[in-house]
């Protein structure tokens, strides 16, 4: 996926200062589902180009939307080829401050529209890139990519080649192509939740509320969940946009950094000093570990060596040095075999792993975690299917995430623990992580197994 953006105002090399990327560089960030690079490949006085290019790890992509319901949907999309909410959250991940309208170097300049060219050369689009650009003050060319250039008696593909040109602020350009990007795909690669509407009130901020198309922007950059909608249009008709700040308010953390937090005091609370992060994923729990001192040797294993490779990246791994290199190890593992690898650990986590697991394929990992690696401690984490009914828009009976086998509720999940720290010689305590409802406890739920 590819976004450009040039301008043409003089010195046109000051867009490195609003971007807050250096023209004579290349930067990469790691991100969920790939890496994002930003360079330059034009930047001269007279004009200047910022490209920022989204790598996608296709095998990483296990989301599945309402309209991409097929086996072979994590295998078989254009997700990785073409512009859309994979691209925004890149966008807002990679350039936050210019968005933000910060510029330490240029102030004066961050505040001051210049001529703008954006460019999206491949945009998955449903119609209507004129109807919500033009609004703005864009002039838009969104020219239509045929189905096959040898046949084009087959027509033109839902795909276009955008590019939008006009004058205004760096950041507002931005947060507009932030916000639009998912209306014209019309589907984001993530679960929409409430706080979806903080983000589209924030970077809609100046000029969403005045859009004559306001409604369908709402309606399908929040996933057409009816009551999130809503809610954004009553927030949108009774404020006042010119006196409402573009800086992020304060947000409480998410259940993902909730859910790290309480793995890393458990851990901690055991007294381990070396410790299996089992399905690690893409490492983020490893970059926890990793900071801290008290954990002398850190295993990350993981069937996906793709995931393994992102693990790497995330961690420096190349450019650490030899002393911090030698704690931590990746390893390519299948969890329902035995691994002699594994053995000796003080620790072990299994965080939303289990419910990835076909469940007659459970007892082998419990054989392979629990009676062969037999760490002194092990923690697991696994959805709580009893608050799924607390999530708007989520209907009855389906799972958080497609890739899940199932999700137990907290009665399930006791009985589980309990039949498992019977059967190995384990005590096992349990609590909920994140907010707690009264009937339907928390979204998250926790066991620590200790011998």
């Known amino acids: 996926m590819l976004l450009t953006v040039t301008t043409t105002h003089r010195p046109a090399t000051d867009l490195g200062y609003l971007l807050v990327k250096h023209p004579d560089r290349m930067q990469s960030f790691e991100l969920a589902y790939g890496r994002a690079h930003v360079f330059y490949p034009e930047a001269t006085e007279e004009r200047c180009t910022a490209a920022l290019l989204l790598e996608v790890d296709a095998a990483r992509l296990r989301g599945r939307s ?28 990679v350039l936050r ?8 170097d240029r102030p004066e300049l961050a505040a001051t529209p210049i001529p703008l060219e954006l460019h999206i050369p491949a945009l998955r689009g449903r119609g209507g ?7 703005l003050g864009w002039a838009v060319e969104a020219t239509p990519i045929p189905l096959d250039a040898e046949h084009p008696e087959w027509g033109p593909s ?17 947060n507009q192509v932030y916000v639009l990007l998912p209306v014209l795909d019309d589907a984001k690669h993530y679960w929409v939740s409430p706080d979806e509407v903080d983000k589209l009130l924030r970077a809609g901020t100046g000029w969403l509320a005045g859009h004559p198309g306001k409604a369908l922007i709402a309606k399908r950059y929040l996933a057409h969940r009816a009551a999130l909608t809503t809610a954004a249009l009553d927030r949108l008709s009774d404020s006042d946009v010119s006196t409402v700040s573009p800086l992020p308010a304060p947000r409480p953390e998410s259940l993902h950094q909730l ?7 458990a851990l901690a609370e055991s007294g381990a000093a070396r410790v299996l992060d089992l399905g690690c994923g893409p490492g983020a729990l490893l970059g926890e570990l990793v900071r801290d001192p008290r954990y002398t040797e850190i295993v990350g294993a993981d069937v996906s060596a793709g995931a393994l490779a992102q693990a790497a990246r995330r961690l420096h791994l190349d450019r650490l040095p030899e002393r911090q290199r030698a704690r931590i190890r990746l390893l390519q593992s299948a969890l329902t075999y035995r691994d002699d690898r594994l053995k000796g650990f003080d620790a072990a986590v299994l965080m939303e792993v ?14 392979s975690v629990f009676g062969h690696a037999a760490p002194a401690t092990v923690v697991v984490t696994t959805p709580n299917v009893e608050y799924n009914a607390l999530y708007p ?20 999940f006791g009985a589980w623990c309990d039949a498992v720290a019977a059967r190995y ?9 994140g907010p707690s409802d009264p009937v339907a406890g928390s979204p998250t739920q926790m066991a620590v197994f200790s011998l």
């Open 393 to 412: 828009g989520l209907a009855p009976g389906r799972l958080r995430h497609a890739d899940h086998r199932f999700e137990w509720d907290r009665a399930q």
């Open 129 to 135: 890139a004129e109807e919500l650009f033009a609004p």
């Open 66 to 93: 309402a309209d991409e319901t097929f086996t072979l949907h994590q295998h078989v999309n254009d997700r990785p080829y073409a512009a859309s909410s994979l691209l925004a959250v890149a966008l807002g991940k």
């Open 425 to 433: 010689g384990y005590k096992v305590t349990r609590s909920g992580i």
């Open 97 to 104: 401050t210019a968005m933000r309208g910060d510029s330490r």
């Open 354 to 367: 289990v419910e990835h697991v076909d469940p007659p394929r459970l007892p082998a990992l419990e054989a």
């Open 259 to 265: 859910r790290r937090a309480a793995v890393v005091r």
């Open 158 to 174: 839902r795909y276009v080649d955008l590019r939008l040109t006009g004058t205004m602020r760096l950041a507002d350009a931005l």
